[in-house]
């Protein structure tokens, strides 16, 4: 092997460190392990330095020594919706900041490959784990259960749930949207949901409708409720499955906006005028939704702010031994261009 080739070995010490900014070795332990409970300026100061000499840590050294390998695994359904990118991205910038690790794995909706991943993350010695919705396999509570791994959920809510969760109310959002369109006097409506089976929020969005279309008085009809999976060609073939039936809805309330917007672009393929002969409702706020045409009347979900609220939750919990208590976040109705009263 020649010189050019042959592998550097940093010599780069703590007390390297701490000789060039001018501090104590505990001061830079502090700030490499908890920047929070050091001043901004010698934060600053000393990350500084620990960038310009290119000090790299040791991960095992610091597992052995806290007993912690500062890393936390997210385990999430699918990298195609920009919901769940949103959450992760608040949840990664707020780890960052205490110097935790993100691992991230994808299910692809698949409760046992959920539990897999679930395996492997523990294996790896995480300290935390960041899970999707409220519905997952009993060998994964198992596995959480045995492991005492810090864990919190986001997206989903259930009061009695032993798991602790940082999210919202799925029913009682999909309950706004079926009281914004019996305010404009639909009395027919279908649906077209996520797959219900090992989703508990697809399954209170629809179960949300359905106790809302009752409590109005209103007729529920199996026959334009149809569960897709998330994609506009599948949110298409929905669409197009509910107008087959003999009952003929004035609105369609979608699961999410993937499916509404699949059904939007079914809708104006066939002629059918959006707002105008059908109303058509998403759920998420993804971006996009505020700039097609017509403009979709969605729910619009806390999504950034579930995951800075469980990655504090998390690192309070790791360093202060604080027990994460579940919060119920808000969501809102935003009226646009998709709905409108009933045809006459």
């Given at each position: 092997?020649d010189e050019?080739t042959?592998?550097?070995?940093?010599?780069?010490?703590?007390?390297?460190?701490?000789?060039a900014?001018?501090?104590?070795?505990?001061?830079?332990?502090?700030t490499?392990?908890?920047?929070?409970?050091?001043?901004?300026e010698?934060?600053?100061k000393?990350?500084?330095?620990?960038?310009?000499?290119?000090?790299?840590r040791s991960?095992a050294?610091?597992?052995?020594?806290s007993k912690q390998?500062y890393?936390?695994?997210?385990?999430i359904?699918?990298?195609n919706?920009?919901?769940f990118?949103?959450?992760?991205?608040?949840f990664?910038?707020?780890?960052?900041?205490?110097n935790?690790?993100?691992?991230?794995?994808?299910?692809n909706y698949?409760r046992e490959?959920?539990?897999?991943?679930l395996h492997?993350?523990?294996e790896?010695?995480?300290?935390a784990?960041?899970?999707?919705?409220m519905?997952?396999?009993?060998r994964?509570?198992?596995l959480?259960?045995?492991?005492k791994c810090?864990?919190?959920?986001i997206?989903?809510s259930?009061?009695?749930?032993?798991?602790?969760?940082?999210?919202?109310d799925n029913?009682?959002?999909?309950?706004?949207i079926v009281?914004h369109l019996?305010?404009?006097?639909?009395?027919?409506?279908?649906?077209?949901?996520?797959?219900?089976?090992?989703?508990?929020r697809?399954?209170?969005?629809?179960?949300?409708v359905?106790?809302a279309?009752?409590?109005?008085?209103?007729e529920y009809?199996?026959?334009?409720?149809?569960e897709?999976?998330y994609?506009?060609p599948?949110?298409?073939?929905a669409?197009?499955?509910?107008?087959?039936?003999t009952v003929?809805?004035?609105?369609?309330?979608?699961?999410n906006?993937?499916?509404?917007?699949?059904a939007?672009?079914e809708?104006?393929?066939?002629?059918?005028?959006v707002?105008?002969q059908l109303?058509i409702t998403?759920?998420?706020?993804?971006p996009?939704t505020e700039h097609?045409?017509?403009?979709?009347?969605?729910?619009d979900?806390p999504?950034?702010?579930?995951?800075i609220?469980?990655?504090?939750a998390i690192?309070?919990?790791?360093e202060s031994g604080?027990?994460?208590?579940?919060?119920?976040?808000?969501t809102r109705l935003l009226?646009?261009?998709?709905?409108?009263?009933r045809?006459?």
């Amino acid at each position: 092997m020649d010189e050019e080739t042959k592998p550097v070995e940093s010599t780069i010490t703590i007390e390297d460190i701490a000789e060039a900014a001018d501090v104590t070795k505990a001061t830079v332990s502090r700030t490499l392990n908890h920047p929070g409970i050091v001043r901004k300026e010698t934060r600053e100061k000393i990350l500084k330095v620990v960038h310009e000499l290119g000090y790299i840590r040791s991960g095992a050294a610091r597992a052995l020594a806290s007993k912690q390998t500062y890393t936390v695994g997210a385990i999430i359904p699918t990298m195609n919706n920009a919901i769940f990118a949103a959450s992760i991205a608040g949840f990664e910038r707020e780890l960052s900041k205490a110097n935790y690790t993100l691992l991230i794995t994808v299910t692809n909706y698949d409760r046992e490959q959920e539990t897999i991943q679930l395996h492997n993350l523990l294996e790896r010695g995480v300290d935390a784990v960041l899970l999707i919705g409220m519905d997952h396999a009993k060998r994964s509570y198992a596995l959480l259960e045995k492991s005492k791994c810090c864990v919190v959920s986001i997206f989903g809510s259930r009061r009695s749930h032993k798991m602790p969760s940082i999210g919202f109310d799925n029913k009682m959002a999909s309950e706004v949207i079926v009281n914004h369109l019996t305010a404009y006097g639909h009395e027919c409506i279908g649906m077209i949901a996520g797959i219900t089976k090992g989703n508990d929020r697809a399954r209170d969005r629809k179960n949300g409708v359905i106790k809302a279309l009752q409590k109005h008085g209103l007729e529920y009809h199996p026959s334009i409720f149809v569960e897709s999976r998330y994609s506009h060609p599948h949110g298409r073939e929905a669409f197009k499955c509910i107008l087959s039936q003999t009952v003929k809805p004035t609105a369609i309330i979608c699961g999410n906006d993937v499916l509404a917007m699949g059904a939007l672009f079914e809708a104006q393929s066939q002629g059918i005028l959006v707002p105008d002969q059908l109303s058509i409702t998403g759920f998420d706020n993804l971006p996009i939704t505020e700039h097609i045409r017509p403009a979709l009347t969605t729910i619009d979900v806390p999504s950034e702010q579930m995951g800075i609220q469980a990655a504090r939750a998390i690192i309070e919990n790791l360093e202060s031994g604080k027990k994460i208590i579940s919060r119920l976040l808000e969501t809102r109705l935003l009226i646009r261009e998709t709905t409108a009263p009933r045809p006459t």
